[in-house]
């Protein structure tokens, strides 16, 4: 039963994540980009952005993730919509595929709905504990007489 459980989440996750990533996955457009260290304009620090052209209009993305370490002109691949160039994503696994926040907050729904389905089946109720003491399975027949 435990195996099955498991399964099931990894099914409910993984149609989750194909279906709930922003830009579309099975929509979006992948364009190769090119990192850049360039100045951020809230903080004034340098970081990574990924600039990618889409006509004549040159594009940057922030491209920080934690694991993640770039060096200028390290190429990738970025997702955008189609209609809103401006906004894209790195096209990587880890950032856009799954997030630290999905997997954290998917792994304790999992576990909390496991523990969940513990305490109902190891406490039935009184009922239904003497419902299962008093069964008795009828016998039957293996073929039908005529």
Partial sequence: MYKGIFILYLVC??????????????????????IHWLKDSASGINIPKA???????TYAIDARYPLREWKEGDTLTV??????????????FWGYGI???????????????????VA???NPTPESLVEQLDYKEEKKRRYKEE
């Fill in 79 to 92: 997702i955008y919509e189609i209609g809103k160039p401006s906004y894209g994503a790195v096209y990587r």
């Fill in 13 to 34: 996750f993984g149609c989750y994540l194909l279906f709930t990533r922003q830009p579309d996955y099975f929509d979006g457009e992948k364009i190769p980009a090119t």
């Fill in 51 to 57: 600039v990618y052209k889409e006509g004549n209009i």
């Fill in 120 to 122: 109902i089946t190891s």
């Fill in 99 to 117: 997030t630290w926040g999905e997997l954290l907050t998917s792994i304790v729904l999992c576990v909390a709905l496991f523990q969940v389905a």
